[in-house]
């Protein structure tokens, strides 16, 4: 893989990764696009670095989590628990479905379909929210609703469902508040790309072509989730839908 190729890559990584467009998905149609192939262990360093995004644009909640951890923030404390809870449906159905949703980057038409589907969920999310109303928050989030979104964040291994769109589609509709679900979805995130990585980058070099695209995605990452918090606050999060639907039906016309 040249330099364009992939810092391009790790580009559409940075920004698609944390926007709910699917990060796997124009992953699997770029590479598509490029003849570069299936590059599984590729996009799995591109997560990682979009992980680092996370971690820097959070780095205050994650001290928060670290004081808790020493029993010195119950807010970081309950906010540690929620992310154990919801990682659990998460790790169960990447470990018994991994190969099934694997074999699933090799079909763009399957990816196209599940672009729709994503932007229906964040349409609907959207018109039925209860966020406005509920008004939940780390100290008053059910063990139910952790659960809840953990398990649609399983689902999202599918590549073209999004994982940022499904998971704070699922917070929205159970009431978090908008802030609190744009939150928690990300630092969900974070067990989640772990083993993600841990399932794949078994013999995976660096070179520095590689490493180049890696330092695209942490920037365009921390943009991405920039733009994100203004979104989902600002109410605007069924806007990528009619993205989603459009690039959906070009896909399963075209590819």
């Known amino acids: 893989m040249g330099f364009f190729e992939s810092t ?50 959070f780095r205050n909640d994650i001290l928060e989590i670290i004081k808790g951890i020493l029993g010195k923030s119950e807010a970081g404390l309950k906010t540690l628990i929620g992310i154990i809870i919801g990682s659990a449906p998460t790790a169960v159905i990447g470990l018994l479905f991994n190969d099934f949703f694997e074999e699933k980057f090799s079909q763009p038409k399957t990816v196209a379909a599940m672009w729709i589907v994503t932007g229906f969920i964040l349409w609907f999310s959207s018109m039925f929210s209860k966020s406005d109303t509920v008004d939940k928050n780390y100290s008053n989030t059910k063990i139910t ?20 769109g499904i998971t704070i589609s699922a917070a929205l509709l159970l009431g978090f508040n908008r802030n609190w679900a744009f939150k928690y979805s990300m630092l969900l995130s974070i067990p989640a790309i772990l083993g993600a990585g841990l399932l794949e980058l078994k013999n995976f070099s660096v070179n520095t072509n590689i490493l180049a695209g890696g330092i695209v995605a942490i ?35 075209f590819l």
């Open 8 to 57: 391009f890559l790790g580009l559409v990584q940075g920004l698609t990764e944390f926007l709910p467009v699917s990060s796997s998905g124009h992953l699997v149609i770029i590479q598509k696009l490029l003849s570069v192939g299936e590059q599984i262990e590729f996009d799995v360093f591109l997560h990682f670095a979009t992980l680092l995004a996370v971690l820097i644009f």
């Open 145 to 164: 609703d952790f659960l809840l979104v953990g398990l649609f964040q399983g689902l999202a291994i599918m590549p073209g469902i999004s994982r940022a």
């Open 219 to 253: 920037i365009s990452g921390i943009l991405a989730l920039y733009i994100l918090s203004k979104i989902v606050i600002g109410k605007k999060f069924h806007y990528f839908s009619y993205y989603l639907w459009t690039v959906g039906i070009i896909g399963l016309l």
